[in-house]
């Protein structure tokens, strides 16, 4: 809707420390912002649509061309929503490379998402290494899957490829190296007073307005939400005693912390996974068939649905897909924006709540 | 002051969002709920709110509808915290002015389902108007 206001500033659609276009049109009186809203239709790819009637082998594809940036969890949740309506069953080797190839692409992902905080914040000293940190986990994707981005690793009854043993010991030595490297870099973060200076109290969401705008992920968690993290439903991290990692500010540092923190976590569970990884075989087997139903599971940025109806050959009569930007980039603009002192903070509240437009606009 | 020039018309996009399957149930069920035809209940979505908050309506709408199960009479018949909060319909002292008129018509020996009509008549008319 066309409205007329005192002083309305537009920031983006295409901006230096934005991944992805949108326009979030900033209502202002001086450098205090009063409200936001958010523009998107820069890049809709409208492939729910594109999805719908085709065969379940060409939507596994599709789903995890939702998003570049998190596509394994768009892989898992559409294959294992496939499997809970066709009631396949997963061995149990299987699950855990599940688990290790997803907790690597959330890695990735945070660290990708604190890059782009710390260049934000013209941090580019932490923005680089952080940059570097994640080609590092990249290669590990890569070196288990066969691919970076797009791995279409997730099958109905298992997984793609097995685990080699020397795949195994290569990610062991790497996961030693990223715990070190990202625990000097939490320090640097941690202490450093021109970041705290631009990232503690601002942008903060409390816990009722987290709640009220359904936030989810890390923006959730960084408003003490802990038992958003959907992978506290899962069998498989429910075995390995995964309890999520929160924090009570609500404000940018938080929510970066947090997603720190949750590297660390990464590499504790994947460690625990290879630990007690047993052997046997990597596909169970088994056909998707007919079946309606709404699925989640948790995506680097929180929880990510989806809602599908096959027929007896598999194939996706409907589809609806409900992704965990669209609750944090709403919480952001809503919420967190509202009242923020400077407009300055406009982006770096922006992306600390790892906005995904591709995700968003799926 | 002037519109800047640079404003897009963003109806045809909203509308693509309330299109969706879980958009298009939602919209059906508020506008079941309060008496209001759906187009009018779509174009009032689309004049009110946001593209992202569209996108977010159906959380919102199935999370505020678990806080409506929870909620005291005549709130929870009402939807107070529903079209309030979660879908943001009515402002909240409009609401609360609402919720006001129909708890002085309980109090006043009306019954409550028919207070509750009365209720859901204005903010029908808030919607439509």
């Given amino acids: 809707m066309k409205r007329t206001v005192d002083v309305s500033i537009p920031v983006g659609p295409v901006h230096p420390c934005w991944k992805e276009p949108a326009r979030v049109k900033c209502e202002t009186r001086g450098e205090l912002v009063l409200s ?16 719908r009637g085709r065969p379940w082998q060409e939507v596994m594809f599709l789903a995890e061309r939702v998003c570049g940036i998190c596509s394994v969890i768009h892989n898992m949740v559409f294959i294992e929503a496939l499997e809970h309506i066709s009631g396949i069953e997963v061995p149990e080797r299987a699950a855990l490379l599940r688990v290790i190839v997803n907790e690597l692409d959330r890695m990735q992902s945070h660290i990708l998402a604190n890059f782009s905080y710390c260049y934000t914040i013209e941090h580019e000293t932490l923005g680089m290494y952080l940059l570097d940190t994640r080609e590092k986990v990249m290669d590990e994707l890569e070196r288990i899957t066969g691919a970076r981005v797009t791995c279409a690793y997730i099958v109905p009854g298992g997984v793609r490829f097995d685990l080699r043993s020397e795949d195994a010991l290569h990610l062991r030595a790497s996961l030693d190296a990223l715990e070190q490297n990202i625990t ?24 009722d307005a987290a709640r009220e705008a359904c936030a989810v992920g890390p923006t959730a968690r960084a408003s003490g939400l802990a ?3 959907r992978r506290l439903m899962h069998p498989t991290y429910q075995k390995l005693r995964f309890t999520p990692v929160s924090r009570e ?23 625990t996974c290879l630990d007690t990884l047993p052997e046997g075989p990597i596909r169970g087997g088994g056909i998707p068939g007919a079946g309606e139903i709404a699925y989640s599971g948790e995506a680097p940025r929180g929880e990510l649905s989806y809602f599908i109806k096959t027929d007896a050959a598999g194939r996706v009569l409907e589809i609806s897909i409900q992704t965990p930007s669209i609750m944090n980039i709403e919480a952001c603009c809503h919420y967190m924006l509202k009242g923020v002192a400077s407009l300055a903070d406009v982006p770096s509240t922006f992306v600390s709540s790892d906005p995904c437009i591709a995700c968003t606009e799926r | 002051m002037k519109e800047p020039l640079y404003e897009k018309d963003l109806i045809s996009m909203k509308y693509a969002i309330l299109e969706s399957r879980r958009h298009d149930r939602m919209v059906r069920e508020i506008a079941a709920d309060l008496g209001v035809p759906q187009l009018r209940m779509r174009r009032y979505l689309m004049d009110r709110f ?23 009479e005549p709130e929870r018949q009402l939807g107070a915290h529903l079209y309030t909060h979660a879908v943001p319909l009515i402002g909240e002292e409009r609401m609360a002015q609402i919720l006001t008129g129909v708890k002085e018509m309980v109090r006043g020996g009306t019954s409550m389902g028919q207070a509750v009509l009365s209720g859901k008549d204005r ?6 108007t």
């Avoid at chain 1, 320090?187 to 450093?192: I, L, Q, R, S």
């Fill in chain 1, 36 to 51: 936001a809203e958010v523009e998107l239709g820069y890049m809709k790819k409208g492939i729910e649509r594109i999805m």
């Fill in chain 1, 184 to 207: 000097r870099y939490i320090g640097m973060f941690e202490h450093g007073p021109l970041i705290a200076l631009r990232s503690r109290g601002i942008g903060i969401l409390t816990r």
């Fill in chain 1, 227 to 229: 038992e958003t993290d």
């Fill in chain 1, 249 to 271: 500010e609500g404000d940018n540092f938080a929510r970066i912390m947090v997603r720190f923190q949750e590297v660390l976590q990464s590499i504790a569970l994947i460690r």
């Fill in chain 2, 50 to 72: 946001d593209m992202l908050l569209l996108e977010n309506l159906p959380a919102r709408y199935e999370q505020g509808k678990m806080m409506r199960q929870d909620a005291p």
């Fill in chain 2, 123 to 128: 903010i029908r008319k808030e919607i439509i």
